[in-house]
Nanobody
Framework: QGQLVESRGGMVQAGGSLSLSCVASGPTYSSYHMGWFRQAPGKEREFVAA????????SYVDSVKGRFTISKSDAANTVYLQMNSLKPEDTAVYYC???????????????WGQGTQVIVSS
């Protein structure tokens, strides 16, 4: 089915920027839509952004629109999440995900990465 490996997250001050990447191995990248989810302490995992397989159509949760950008490199089997104007409430473990369905703009994942911690200090 393949594997998803995220880059290391990090710590940044509020207002700063951070970029995450996720490399997909095996048939995953060419077969699936890709996306990012996050889980803050004590909260449920939530959808952040998705990018469709063929057209590269993007969708975002309202709380990150205008601040986060999802993109992909087909040549590198990699999906990216550029995060700008970060807020303390963006602090979470971020997960790369793959799935065959994007429903109402939200990726329905069937494969997960291991997660990477992002901390935004105030």
């Amino acid at each position: 089915q393949g594997q998803l490996v995220e880059s290391r997250g990090g710590m940044v001050q509020a207002g700063g920027s951070l970029s995450l990447s996720c490399v997909a191995s095996g048939p995953t990248y060419s077969s699936y839509h890709m996306g990012w989810f996050r889980q803050a302490p004590g909260k449920e995992r939530e959808f952040v952004a998705a990018i469709s397989r063929a057209l590269g159509t993007t969708s975002y949760v309202d709380s990150v629109k205008g601040r986060f950008t999802i993109s992909k490199s087909d040549a590198a089997n990699t999906v990216y999440l550029q995060m700008n104007s970060l807020k303390p409430e963006d602090t979470a473990v971020y997960y790369c995900a793959a799935g065959s369905t994007i429903r109402m703009g939200r990726l329905e994942p069937t494969l997960w990465g291991q997660g990477t911690q992002v901390i935004v200090s105030s």
